[in-house]
């Protein structure tokens, strides 16, 4: 466990600009380019600790909710590949 | 007979017999509680949001005490709307007359779990999936799933005929809730169910009222028990995403998929150019896409393991003939759990400029066949073009196309619209009242109907539903004061007041 660093966890990491709307400081972490946001609203100040909790009790709550459905997501890309192979055309 | 106005103040005597009834702690007159059930998620005049308050709020914790709940308002002539989650999109639980609130979120008891006839009787205060978690442990699932599904009630979704992302494998609410218990207008408790019996799923025997008190918006009765038809827990889910060059292409994947017979097939969805448009703003699957993905479709299946494993392989060749390119698994799995909880989207829109803006997330929908989707997508597209020409404080979010049964013949035909309700004056109201109008016109000249799941109770689109329903919106004026002599229950819903104006 590293130590928390007020300074640290409020210093983003540089933004990528991923396209011209969007830019990525954590990886798959999109955010809106703040330019967008200069006029009609105000960018809350999020330090890195949050940004990468919410986005990981975003997926924790996606996985529960297959978890809730069915017992098992069946792989697209599995079945994708039988069927390339030849195998899945029966 | 004339009804008309809002509500009388509400006397002393009133509340001094809805307390004997409830006790006092569940008759609620503060603010809070008043403002909280005042709207709902559906396209709302904010700057007027003061005419829906209502006066008080009840929470009855049986039948009996709704029951006696609507004798006293019958009795003293007050509205009264039932509420569950307050989820719709349609404002059926919106006070329009204010009156009393019944919000039966105290009915959520799981009654009885019946696993050898796979039924289980509920209040119609639970939510579906704090119910399926519970019925999960016995390997059970009641497969009614809006994009409500964490928050909506079952009693929302009788009142409003629900439709649910998963209803081309296991049936809409309708098909789903076997019977109900509810109050009628004049405080009598009854069952209706297809024909008699609590767990009957087809009966040839009298009308079907159980039609009848579905989809009513809260206008016909409150409904307290339902008992539900339950389905083995799925062994697996199959969700496939797909991405194409363009429209007319995914258009024609859609109908092979929905056309294909495939029984494990529980839906498909078609993704306009609009919609993917919006997706690149800030839904993190598709802001790294490429710009020739232009338009995407899903489909979905749930079943025994080996079932929907061979469902999907013939899926994906059918996808792949068509010129799909599948977006991988992560996207898949993501997209699709996601959608379970449409209610927690991303809230801004985007003004002429570029600039970000709050909006809130609005939706108009139809149903509408398979063969009208393109016109229909291009008609419905220029309206809310002319729209935002005019009141930059709408925003085109895009259209998707689901299919609402196992055939493909229709869709639930959405278009998304972004509106800065605090910008909304009564000018851009006007506007969007008359835009939805127009909508909805659309809609009925392409043979379809105004709504597949939202229902058609607001300002604009409800002018058009005597046109839809001909000489049934009659009868529906008839059943309406047959059963609600005084019009107290949901008054100024559907048009319903002209069933109390006299004849000229």
């Known amino acids: 466990m590293s130590a928390y660093r007020f300074e640290e966890q409020h210093t983003p990491p540089p933004a990528r600009q991923v396209t011209d709307v969007a830019v990525e400081r954590f990886e798959h972490i999109f955010e809106v380019d703040p330019k967008l946001m200069t006029v009609h609203v105000a960018q809350q100040l999020f330090p890195n600790w949050d940004t990468l909790r919410i986005a990981a009790s975003r997926g924790d709550h996606l996985e529960w909710m297959h978890r809730h459905w069915a017992a ?19 | 007979m004339t009804i008309t106005g809002t509500a009388p103040q509400l006397s002393d005597r009133v509340l001094a017999e809805l307390t004997d009834a409830l006790g006092g702690e569940y008759v609620l007159t503060s603010k809070t509680a008043r403002y909280n059930r005042a709207r709902v998620p559906a396209p709302f005049p904010v700057h007027r949001w003061r005419e829906r308050v209502p006066d008080l709020v009840v929470l009855p914790g049986s039948a009996e005490q709704v029951a006696e709940v609507v004798r006293i308002a019958n009795a003293h002539r007050i509205p009264i709307v039932p509420r569950d989650g307050g989820t719709g999109l349609t404002d059926g639980a919106v006070p329009e007359r204010r009156g009393i609130v019944v919000d039966v979120k105290r009915l959520d008891d799981i009654k009885e779990i019946d696993l050898d006839n796979r039924t289980c009787t509920v209040g119609t205060g639970i939510n579906m999936l704090k119910l399926n978690e519970v019925l ?20 929302g979704r009788i009142g409003t005929s629900g439709w649910s992302l998963v209803g081309s494998r296991f049936g809409h609410t309708r098909d789903l809730v076997l019977s109900f218990e509810l109050v009628l207008p004049t405080g009598k408790l009854i069952r209706v169910g297809d024909g008699g019996g609590r767990k009957v799923s087809k009966s040839s ?43 007319d292409s995914a258009y024609r994947c859609v109908g092979e998929l929905a056309r294909a017979g495939v029984a ?32 995407l479709v899903c489909a979905v299946a749930y079943g025994n393991d080996d079932e929907v494993r061979a469902g999907g392989r013939r899926l994906l060749r059918i996808a792949r003939d068509a ?36 909006m809130s997330w609005h939706c ?12 229909v997508r291009r008609e419905w597209h220029s309206i809310v073009a002319r729209l935002r020409d005019k009141h930059p404080i709408f925003d085109d979010w895009g259209m998707f196309f689901y299919t609402s049964a196992d055939t493909g013949v229709d869709y639930l035909t959405e278009i998304d619209v972004g509106i800065w309700e605090q910008e909304l004056d009564d000018a851009a109201w006007a ?5 939805k109008r127009d909508i909805a016109a659309v809609a009925l000249n392409h043979g379809g109907s105004i709504s597949a799941c939202h229902g058609s109770c607001r300002e604009g689109e409800v002018d058009l539903v005597p046109l839809e329903l001909g000489g049934g919106y009659d009868v529906m004026l008839q059943v309406k004061r047959a059963l609600d002599p005084n019009n107290i229950m949901n008054p100024g819903k559907y048009g319903l007041q002209r069933a109390y104006e006299e004849a000229p």
């Open chain 1, 72 to 90: 098992e997501a069946v792989s697209g890309q599995k079945l994708l590949d039988e069927l390339d192979a030849g195998d899945g055309d029966r």
């Open chain 2, 136 to 155: 999960g442990a016995h390997g059970l699932i009641y497969p009614d799933d809006p994009a409500s599904y964490p928050c909506s009630l079952v009693g």
């Open chain 2, 205 to 247: 025997s009298g009308y079907q009222l159980k039609h009848l008190f579905m989809g009513h918006q809260g206008t016909l009765g409150i409904a307290t028990e339902a008992t539900l038809k339950l389905y083995p827990k799925p062994e697996a889910e199959f969700s496939p995403f797909w991405a194409f060059p363009d429209f």
């Open chain 2, 264 to 295: 494990t097939f529980a839906g498909a969805v078609l993704f306009d150019e609009w919609k993917v448009d919006y997706l690149r703003r800030d839904d993190e699957a598709y802001i790294p896409q490429p710009a020739d993905v232009r338009a």
């Open chain 2, 323 to 358: 010129g799909a390119r599948y977006l991988g698994d992560e996207i898949s799995h993501g997209d699709w759990a996601a959608r379970h909880d449409r209610y927690a989207t991303p809230l801004h829109g985007r003004t002429p400029a570029g600039q970000v803006a709050p």
């Open chain 2, 364 to 375: 108009e929908d139809a149903a509408i066949n398979y063969t009208n989707l393109p016109a």
């Open chain 2, 431 to 435: 506007a969007w009242v008359d835009a």
